[in-house]
């Protein structure tokens, strides 16, 4: 089991960026695809990124492709999401989990505490 804690979340104006990082503990961390997901107030929890044990495949949403990046490093057992050019609608909670797989569709373990962002406009 892969026990994550995620920060770097804040708040931000619409346009700006921030880094969400992931620290994951377990000696087993490369094996494992990682995902991020969000939800916001009134929402329910929904997909935004994920990448494979190995780094070489990876996942977006339709609502973040082209602005979010994700990224892990094994050495650190840290997964990033980078985030440019942040609009409102990206404002939410945001979690970290593992899968044995890196489709969106299954991931579904558990989740850490989750990391607050916050886009102004």
């Known amino acids: 089991q892969v026990q994550v804690v995620e920060s770097g979340g804040g708040l931000v104006q619409a346009g700006g960026s921030l880094r969400l990082s992931c620290a994951a503990s377990g000696r087993t961390f490369s094996t494992y695809a990682m995902g991020w997901f969000r939800q916001a107030p009134g929402n329910e929890r929904e997909f935004v990124a994920s990448i494979s044990w190995s780094g070489g495949s990876t996942y977006y949403a339709d609502s973040v492709k082209g602005r979010f990046t994700i990224s892990r490093d094994n050495t650190k057992n840290t997964v990033y999401l980078q985030m440019n050019s942040l609009k409102s609608e990206d404002t939410a909670v945001y979690y970290c989990?593992?899968?044995?797989?890196?489709?969106?569709?299954?991931?579904?373990?558990?989740w850490g505490q989750g990391t607050q962002v916050t886009v102004s406009s």
């Open positions: 989990a593992a899968s044995r797989s890196v489709l969106p569709t299954s991931f579904g373990g558990s």
